[in-house]
């Protein structure tokens, strides 16, 4: 047991090393738009604080959905944070999943060079949006009488830059459109174009509604502020997705050119050998050992060759 175990974990660490090779030589060629998206979060944050300055609170609004949907009150405002929590967590764990699973069709750092891309463009829309016209919020702290919905005066500009976690819960005036959804929507379409679990995808934009609903539910939006995220989003991404190169399919690559892929092409492989021998052809010893991965050798995605020593017995 604890052979099969030391055997197993020399794989992983094998796999995990060339993971991280490859994925360093994507950094070095790709940092500057890593780093570009990263400083542009920064400066979100930064023009989301600066209007909260200059917001005014007033009467809530007339919206539809504040109609249609029951008030969750303050004590349930987590519900929403949970659920976009669960989503943002369960993203980025994705996105490094081939560091440690052998089922890869991505590479992390182009996947969030892409991420970010259609971050980046959506708040840049969103913040020429807000600082148009600035809405009375209709969170609770926003409200009239709340010492939160207006900030006083900054004494420097420090004040303004220095974005602390209080002031991203409690920040007024932001709100078309919703930063949740913008996050949300580019996860859940990345996700939908390069996962392989249908169910997770089906998953994922029923979460996006849901998310939608708690968002409303709990007065941290108008309805206005999701439903342009929506529509707005989805059409960055698909223009945005048009002009960048696309990800190479890992699944196309290296091993999936030497191993048969699922059952079917077991079948006609094997289909295929006893044609030859019915026909009165041998199979070709060295084509056997190439179909079944090189007589032990394991090609990782065509990127590093990997020796499973276990079959020599070492």
Same mark, same amino acid.
């Given at each position: 047991?604890?052979?099969?175990?030391?055997?197993?974990?020399?794989?992983?660490?094998?796999?995990?090393?060339?993971?991280?090779?490859?994925?360093?030589?994507?950094?070095?060629?790709?940092?500057?738009?890593?780093?570009?998206?990263?400083?542009?979060?920064?400066?979100?944050?930064?023009?989301?604080?600066?209007?909260?300055?200059?917001?005014?609170?007033?009467?809530?609004?007339?919206?539809?959905?504040?109609?249609?949907?029951?008030?969750?009150?303050?004590?349930?405002?987590?519900?929403?944070?949970?659920?976009?929590?669960?989503?943002?967590?369960?993203?980025?764990?994705?996105?490094?999943?081939?560091?440690?699973?052998?089922?890869?069709?991505?590479?992390?750092?182009?996947?969030?060079?892409?991420?970010?891309?259609?971050?980046?463009?959506?708040?840049?829309? #969103?913040?020429? $949006?807000?600082? !148009?016209?600035? +809405? =009375?919020?209709? &969170?609770?702290?926003?409200?009239?009488?709340? *010492?939160?919905?207006?900030?006083?005066?900054?004494?420097?500009?420090?004040?303004?830059?220095?974005?602390?976690?209080?002031?991203?819960?409690?920040?007024?005036?932001?709100?078309?459109?919703?930063?949740?959804?913008?996050?949300?929507?580019?996860?859940?379409?990345?996700?939908?174009?390069?996962?392989?679990?249908?169910?997770?995808?089906?998953?994922?934009?029923?979460?996006?509604?849901?998310?939608?609903?708690?968002?409303?539910?709990?007065?941290?939006?108008?309805?206005?502020?999701?439903?342009?995220?929506?529509?707005?989003?989805?059409?960055?991404?698909?223009?945005?997705?048009?002009?960048?190169?696309?990800?190479?399919? #890992?699944?196309? $690559?290296?091993? !999936?050119?030497? +191993? =048969?892929?699922? &059952?079917?092409?077991?079948?006609?492989?094997? *289909?295929?050998?006893?044609?030859?021998?019915?026909?009165?052809?041998?199979?070709?010893?060295?084509?056997?050992?190439?179909?079944?991965?090189?007589?032990?050798?394991?090609?990782?995605?065509?990127?590093?060759?990997?020796?499973?020593?276990?079959?020599?017995?070492?």
């Amino acid at each position: 047991m604890s052979l099969y175990i030391g055997r197993e974990a020399s794989k992983l660490w094998k796999r995990f090393c060339a993971e991280v090779s490859t994925e360093i030589n994507l950094l070095a060629e790709n940092w500057k738009y890593i780093l570009g998206g990263i400083i542009f979060q920064y400066i979100h944050g930064v023009a989301a604080r600066g209007v909260h300055y200059i917001h005014r609170p007033g009467p809530t609004l007339q919206d539809a959905g504040f109609f249609l949907l029951p008030e969750l009150g303050q004590d349930k405002a987590y519900i929403s944070e949970t659920v976009f929590t669960t989503i943002f967590i369960s993203f980025v764990l994705w996105t490094f999943h081939p560091f440690i699973f052998k089922s890869k069709k991505i590479y992390t750092v182009l996947v969030w060079c892409r991420v970010l891309a259609f971050l980046v463009a959506s708040q840049i829309l #969103r913040i020429i $949006t807000f600082y !148009s016209t600035q +809405l =009375p919020g209709p &969170n609770y702290h926003c409200r009239e009488g709340s *010492k939160l919905a207006t900030l006083p005066p900054p004494h420097s500009a420090l004040e303004v830059l220095l974005i602390i976690p209080r002031g991203i819960l409690y920040g007024c005036g932001d709100l078309i459109f919703s930063s949740h959804m913008i996050f949300t929507l580019v996860f859940v379409r990345t996700f939908h174009k390069y996962g392989s679990k249908r169910w997770i995808k089906h998953l994922g934009w029923l979460l996006a509604v849901v998310l939608s609903l708690l968002i409303i539910a709990s007065r941290k939006h108008y309805t206005v502020d999701v439903v342009v995220a929506w529509y707005t989003v989805n059409l960055v991404v698909f223009f945005v997705d048009k002009n960048l190169p696309e990800i190479p399919d #890992r699944s196309s $690559t290296g091993a !999936s050119l030497l +191993l =048969p892929v699922s &059952n079917r092409d077991k079948d006609d492989w094997n *289909k295929e050998e006893n044609h030859k021998l019915l026909n009165g052809h041998s199979v070709d010893p060295m084509d056997r050992r190439q179909r079944n991965g090189m007589n032990g050798k394991v090609m990782e995605d065509g990127l590093a060759v990997h020796v499973d020593s276990a079959i020599n017995g070492a």
